[in-house]
């Protein structure tokens, strides 16, 4: 089958590796869609993310497949059931590694409800909660967003974003925009963003009420201005150093500041006495699983909307997945969506 590796830093290529064989637990899916990551996938692929990594690998971790084929244990997913976060688990006599392997055209899904009925070792199952099903309601391009909105959302609500709060996020790629419609639709009454040229639009759609190009002159100093009280929250979604301290003083006493994008993440450091006062470092983390379902029923009521992210009507076949990210790279979209598989699956 084919799959984008990433052979070494700075080279993507789209190239064979074996189909995937399914256990007792598993479940064998075609996959249908995924969509990029700007962060993670760019970093993963210019050798620039933080943590170890080995190469070749496949990448990619925002797809969805539909399942074919299930193992003998499986009990909660069945054939043509739609699966988030499903992708190549790698194999070691290619020497072809996987992070996640989401942008394959097969990928595995792992019944963990059954393995957990089963009294399986939670280390064994716990990872993959990430694979939930999707509503047949529910459009499988749009499902690929599932990743960014459940981490996002789930980490904002474990933040505390609650009626009448006011948001400062820093950054306006995929994750920027998620936290600020999880803050529109948890009720903040000033959701402001700082971002790129040119994504003001997008930055209005998703939720803010503020937007400042942080281009233009003395961008903190605007902010001020613009909210003299200070945010009860601030977010760094793109992790790059000296960002989060800038904003340390829009941080209103007793606030909260997170640190949520990875671009420089192990540089981030913080001055206190730039603060207006105590203030909580969020280190709280998130669970994905855990906001499956809120973002379905956010998903059905149309708060969250897949095309602020994504152009649904025009998915990069994945022979072209390099020609996604170079477009990316010059910030002509927010993310690309890939085909995985043939239109008629």
Request: glycine share 12%.
């Amino acid at each position: 089958m084919r799959a984008a590796v990433v052979a070494a830093p700075g080279h993507l290529e789209v190239r064979e590796v074996p189909e995937p064989k399914i256990g007792p637990y598993e479940a064998l899916c075609a996959q249908l869609f995924g969509a990029t990551c700007t962060g993670t996938d760019s970093h993963l692929i210019h050798g620039r993310f933080p943590w170890n990594n080995a190469y070749p690998f496949v990448l990619g971790h925002e797809s969805v497949g539909r399942v074919v084929e299930v193992g003998s244990k499986v009990r909660h997913l069945k054939p043509g059931d739609v699966v988030t976060r499903v992708g190549w688990h790698g194999d070691a006599n290619s020497g072809v590694h996987s992070t996640w392997g989401g942008f394959a055209e097969w990928g595995v899904a792992v019944d963990w409800r059954a393995m957990q009925e089963d009294g399986r070792p939670e280390q064994e199952w716990r990872r993959w909660r990430i694979h939930q099903t999707v509503p047949p309601d529910l459009d499988p391009r749009a499902a690929t967003m599932f990743v960014t909105w459940r981490e996002t959302f789930s980490c904002a609500r474990r933040m505390g974003f609650r009626d009448g709060c006011r948001v400062l996020i820093l950054g306006s790629g995929g994750n920027g925009l998620a936290f600020a419609s999880h803050a529109r639709n948890l009720g903040a009454s000033v959701v402001a963003l700082t971002g790129a040229p040119g994504r003001e639009a997008s930055a209005r759609a998703a939720g803010a009420t503020l937007y400042f190009n942080y281009a233009s002159p003395d961008p903190i100093g605007r902010l001020r201005d613009a909210q003299s009280e200070g945010f009860d929250f601030v977010i760094d979604a793109v992790g790059r150093a000296g960002m989060l301290d800038d904003a340390l003083p829009l941080c209103a006493k007793g606030g909260t500041l997170a640190l949520y994008g990875i671009d420089e993440i192990q540089k981030v450091q913080l001055t206190p006495d730039r603060a207006r006062g105590s203030f909580t470092f969020y280190k709280g983390g998130y669970d994905e699983a855990e906001a499956h379902e809120a973002v379905v029923d956010l998903m059905r009521s149309g708060k969250l909307d897949a095309g602020v992210w994504l152009d649904l009507q025009r998915p990069y076949p994945l022979e072209r997945i390099g020609e996604a990210f170079e477009a990316l790279g010059r910030r002509e979209a927010v993310k690309a969506l890939i085909r995985l598989s043939a239109p008629t699956l």
